[in-house]
């Protein structure tokens, strides 16, 4: 289990102790959103009981004739959830979403922006994989090996 009001002041600390962090905004008790200008957003929701903080970002959605190759990218990613240390992608309202569930139990600011940090590291990747302008790392390469968080 999580004490809510420790996560809040995470939240609280993350703007003012990090650089590239432009806003920081709570929606509700247990859900902030995370605004890094350029690299998009990532939402942060609190399970207190499960003591985990699921971290999502929109990744974008594939043009028609690229929606296949994309999705079964997607999917294989998941099938390979120990390589990629439990980084996940769903599908809501046509938009891909990347996830992680983050342990909270004994989060600390530090591993906070660092896990975040990571997490918008493979987003990127995805992001331009899903937009086309990129690739995503084969299985098993050292490129590969970087997008766990």
């Known amino acids: 289990m999580v004490e809510t009001a420790k996560i809040q002041t995470l939240m609280e600390e993350l703007g003012p102790a990090s ?11 247990n859900f902030w959103a995370v605004d890094y200008d350029d690299a998009g957003i990532v939402t942060l929701e609190l399970d207190a009981d499960g003591g985990k903080l699921l971290l999502s970002t ?9 929606r296949l190759d994309v999705y079964t990218a997607c999917l294989t990613f998941n099938y390979l959830w120990s390589e990629t240390g439990g980084v996940a992608m ?6 891909l979403i990347q996830m992680y569930a983050l342990d909270a139990t004994d ?3 530090s591993k906070l922006r660092t ?7 493979k987003a990127r990747i995805f992001k331009a994989f899903v937009a086309g302008t990129g690739n995503v790392p084969a299985a098993g390469s050292p490129e590969f090996e970087m997008m766990r968080i």
């Open 58 to 66: 929109d990744l974008g959605q594939p043009d028609d004739d690229r």
């Open 90 to 95: 769903a599908l809501a309202d046509g938009e």
């Open 107 to 109: 989060l600390s600011l």
């Open 115 to 121: 896990v975040l940090g990571n997490f918008l590291e």
């Open 19 to 29: 650089d590239d962090v432009t806003g920081v905004a709570q929606s509700a008790e």
